[in-house]
């Protein structure tokens, strides 16, 4: 699930949820719901969080946890 990759990419990056929240123009409860898988990730929120994350969508997308990354 995409919301799960998303939460990882957002842990590995070492920023603040809030942060991030902020910068693509959410609320942070509303930010850490979609994390939780609780919404869905619409498609200018998907790419505010590569742009945040300095990640590419293909990157982001298929994201995997820094520790699994082997």
């Known amino acids: ?22 910068r693509i123009g959410m609320s942070e409860p509303t930010f850490s719901a979609m994390l939780a898988g609780k919404r869905k ?13 300095k990640k590419t969508p293909e990157e982001l997308y298929h994201y995997k946890p820094a520790k699994e990354a082997v």
């Open 1 to 22: 699930m995409v919301n799960e990759r998303i939460s990882a990419a957002v842990a590995d990056s070492g920023l603040k949820q809030k942060y991030i929240a902020d």
């Open 41 to 53: 990730v619409d498609v200018d929120e998907f790419f505010g969080l590569c742009q945040v994350l």
